[in-house]
Nanobody, 120 residues
């Protein structure tokens, strides 16, 4: 069973940066695709970014050009570098193993997530 532990969230001013990390266990990390999602209060969870085992990338429109997803197969960790943060990026961020043609379908149970708050 896949277990996911997200970290790196916090409070940052608009225009600032944060780097999120997600350590995955219980899965063969290097052969799977991984993604970051976020859920703001009162909104549905949405895909932020995803990366395949071969490095194929998929980004949500709101974060294109600002966020970068990467992975370290040795550390079983997926990262999300978030730059030029905006107040609308405020949400709880989650990672998950992903599948489907667009790498949009979450496949494992959710972790606790990490809170990102961007002040204006």
């Amino acid at each position: 069973q896949v277990q996911l532990v997200e970290s790196g969230g916090g409070l940052v001013q608009a225009g600032g940066s944060l780097r999120l990390s997600c350590v995955a266990s219980g899965s063969i990390f290097n052969i799977n695709a991984w993604g970051w999602y976020r859920q703001a209060p009162g909104k549905q969870r949405e895909l932020v970014a995803a990366i395949s085992s071969g490095g194929r990338l998929n980004y949500g429109d709101p974060v294109k050009g600002r966020f970068t997803i990467s992975r370290n197969n040795v550390k079983n960790t997926v990262y999300l570098q978030m730059n030029s943060l905006k107040p609308e990026d405020t949400a709880v961020y989650y990672c998950n193993q992903v599948g489907g043609d667009g790498l949009r379908i979450p496949l494992a149970a959710w972790g606790r997530g990490t809170q990102v708050t961007v002040s204006s």
